[in-house]
């Protein structure tokens, strides 16, 4: 195995790392939505879901994205410039599906964060049913951006 090759491995691993952890903290919020809505604003139950959603915010899923982000950035250089791609693989329609699917996940992890806010306020904006809805929202995209990536939509 070449240098390159191992740096280019060694920047998926990572990014797979990275993406793990966002998809964790984008499945497990809403679900904490779910039950907080369920408790009084002010009491006891309240303020430990305002902690955990707070937490699992800032330490788990910001710092994910951040790293999602610049490693996908740092791949799409890798493979245009590096392994000579080209910048025109950024058009092809698995690429295109990708890139899509991080805009989703990224406009829904903003949504969950102002969420996360109304909630700490005190307002019950969504349902605990429409929390549970949407809870696998990030999955299904997930699941058609890796068949996307992995077939390149060769069958």
Known sequence: MTHLGFDH??????????????????????RLFAYHTRSAPGSEMDETFK????????????????????????????????????????????????????????????YLGRARK???AGRRDRSERFWRATNELPFLVAIVMILAITTKFAF
């Open 9 to 30: 491995n060694l920047l998926i691993g990572l990014h797979i790392i990275a993406v793990i952890a966002w998809m964790a903290g984008l499945l497990y919020l809403p």
């Open 51 to 110: 902690t955990m959603e707070l937490k699992l915010y800032r330490i788990i899923m910001n710092p994910a994205m951040i790293a999602v982000w610049l490693l996908g950035l740092t791949l799409i250089w890798f493979d245009a410039v590096q392994e000579r791609w080209g910048w025109a693989f950024l058009l092809t329609p698995w690429m295109l599906v990708k890139l899509a699917g991080v805009l989703f996940l990224t406009t829904w992890h903003h």
């Open 118 to 120: 109304g909630l700490a």
